[in-house]
């Protein structure tokens, strides 16, 4: 199986958050390959310069290599697929991390259940 982490959960990993959970965990321990959007990077250095967010978005790159996950870039297919998204939710980066998980396609482990009327792919913890 191929994941793609919600932003929030990537930073939870890379924390070694209690938030992240036991099933979260071994979900990215059973996945062949764990992915981490650029939309996720792009995301959490807009809260890092609000002083939202404590990890500055260089650590967040370094800690993909340093994690053994892929980076996912954001393509036109990406976009093209984000625009055809019903309007569930308003948030473009979260929108987007939907879009590229349907597109690959593979799932997009997130606690964010407004997330999950977008497609099976969406998987809660």
Known sequence: MRL???T??????LTDSPALG?????LVARSDAVYVSTVSIWEAGIKWQAGKLPVPPDDLVMGIERCNF???PITSQ????ASRLPLHHRDPFDRML???AIAEPMHLLTSDKALESYSALVQIV
Not at 8 to 13: A, E, G
Request: proline fraction near 0%.
């Open 22 to 26: 036991d099933r979260a965990r071994e």
């Open 4 to 6: 793609l982490l919600d």
């Open 70 to 72: 892929v980076e996912l």
């Open 78 to 81: 990406h976009a093209v697929a």
């Open 8 to 13: 929030h959960i990537y930073l939870w990993w």
């Open 98 to 100: 939907v879009a590229q």
